[in-house]
């Protein structure tokens, strides 16, 4: 071979360029490529149907090759227990025939055997002390084999054909040595053949499992990109899309019924704080409107410091009744956040409708309006007071507000077994059934209740507070009025609250 010498070295022709690693690296960059200290994997791979469907194909595969094995291991060892066994019977009935009649009745019985072996998978070898067959089918005693009592499985010639034989070795009285076998050639082969089925058998199965994991891969990619694609619609700002149910009952139908369930719920307080919304604009810009009227009026016409006064109080009074509204709001929000929760105790709600009884039948008196009240010794619940006193007062400041005059409002407190029962009732327009269910919405004013003084969040207020125990506000007809019952859950005996 001929050596370069120094002048033989390699120089870059004309249109060369010095190898550039940022270059390199820069091909490098797209998704599933390697980059130095950083590997991002291709979306297949970050496919979580994919991490899905190869668990399963994992398991599938796993649970069916220690199938596989245990029936090739079972397979295998029950046929050499086979020969064990047959080789084991063997010598003992030649063992009964050396002990019953000698050399001369063994070497009988050999030749007896030999013949009469159909399978022509016997094999018996029976020298003396130098090693000259005396009966047998082989030639002569296997090279590296004692006669030690033990087992061996060997390679032998029989009729000039190469064999494979499993024999076991016996020393006998007198210097004579026996060997008695089979040949497992023919189940050597079986073995092969049952080890090349179990590799097909497993070739199979991996493409079965490799065809499941696809199909579940599919699966939960449809019914994840359903689930994706509504989120997105919603996200969005569609709040119309729902999730297709299939029908089939499944878990997969189940979430979608919860994320539909969620998105309905999600709908109806996007709903709501429109509503709410709107109601507030509407409800505040009258005594907003109202109170900047009756500035400008004074500041233009008023006569003096009395006018002046005069319009600002009326003005903060339209204030004070703004101001109302949002606290009215503020602790619906924090009833219904149920912050307050924690600070429940036992309350007696006899004395509270005592009170309440002593201070609204003083008001219906002046306006002329019966009062009645009616309540047992002893109305134990677990709540908040002033909460469950808020909302019953706002259930009579109803009853007094659309009584007229000569009408009738009672009060009434019933033990009802596991729950007591508020009962609120007057003789005023009532609420057509119809409302019922929108009445106790934020700022939703009936068509009775147009003209009158409020801000529709009475009801809801009370609402609120049933619901934080726990309890409900149903509305009724009282024939002629309307009649509230607002049922909580009465204290359970030894409650700690």
Do not use: C
């Not at 004579?176 to 050639?185: A, I, K, N, S, Y």
Request: proline content about 5%; glycine content about 10%; charged content about 25%.
């Amino acid at each position: 071979m001929r050596e370069a010498g120094p002048a033989a070295t390699l120089a870059p022709g004309p249109r060369a360029r010095p190898w550039r690693p940022r270059r390199f690296f820069h091909r490098l960059r797209s998704p599933g490529h390697w980059l130095p200290g950083r590997w991002t994997p291709p979306a297949l791979l970050r496919s979580a149907g994919l991490r899905f469907a190869g668990l399963y194909a994992a398991l599938f595969g796993l649970s069916a090759l220690a199938l596989v094995f245990f029936l090739w291991w079972d397979t295998a060892a029950l046929l050499d227990r086979q020969v064990d066994a047959s080789i084991h019977a063997d010598a003992e009935g030649l063992n009964e025939r050396w002990q019953a009649g000698g050399l001369p009745a063994l070497i009988v019985t050999i030749r007896d055997r030999l013949v009469e072996n159909v399978d022509d998978d016997a094999i018996y070898l029976l020298v003396d002390t130098g090693g000259h067959r005396l009966a047998g089918n082989l030639d002569r005693w296997p090279p590296g084999v004692a006669a030690n009592d033990d087992w061996y499985e060997l390679p032998i010639v029989r009729d000039n054909i190469r064999s494979l034989a499993r024999v076991h070795t016996f020393d006998l009285p007198g210097g004579f040595h026996l060997l008695v076998g089979r040949d497992v050639e023919a189940r050597v082969r079986l073995r092969h053949v049952l080890t090349d089925a179990l590799l097909w058998a497993l070739l199979v199965i991996a493409g079965l499992g490799g065809a499941g994991a696809l199909l579940v891969r599919s699966v939960l990619q449809n019914t994840l990109a359903d689930i994706s694609r509504t989120t997105a619609a919603i996200g969005a700002g569609d709040l119309s899309r729902r999730v297709r149910i299939a029908g089939r009952g499944d878990e997969f139908d189940h979430l979608a019924e919860t994320i539909n369930d969620m998105l309905e719920r999600i709908g109806r307080l996007m709903d709501g704080v429109r509503e709410v919304s709107n109601a507030i604009a509407h409800d505040l810009r009258t005594p907003i409107t109202r109170a900047r009227a009756r500035l400008e009026d004074a500041l233009a016409h008023a006569a003096g410091d009395a006018d002046l006064r005069a319009a600002i109080e009326r003005a903060e009074a339209d204030l004070d009744g703004i101001v109302a509204i949002f606290q009215a709001i503020l602790r619906i929000a924090e009833i219904e956040a149920g912050a307050r929760r924690s600070a429940f105790a036992a309350v007696d709600l006899a004395p509270l409708l005592a009170d309440l009884a002593e201070f609204y039948g003083a008001v219906a008196e002046e306006r002329g309006i019966a009062f009645a009240s009616r309540s047992p010794a002893r109305l134990l619940v677990a709540g908040d007071r002033d909460m469950i006193q808020q909302a019953v007062a706002n259930l009579l400041d109803n009853a007094l507000k659309f009584s007229p005059p000569g009408g009738e409002i009672s009060l009434i407190g019933e033990n009802g077994g596991d729950s007591v029962r508020i009962i609120v009732s007057d003789q005023g327009p009532g609420i057509p059934e119809a409302e019922r269910r929108h009445v106790v919405e934020r700022f939703y004013r009936g068509e009775s209740a147009r003209n009158t003084p409020g801000s529709g969040l009475g009801l809801a207020l009370a609402v609120a507070v049933a619901q934080l125990h726990d309890g409900t506000l149903t509305l009724g007809d009282n024939a002629p009025g309307l009649r509230a019952i607002l049922t909580l859950p009465a204290r359970r005996a030894g409650s700690d609250v």
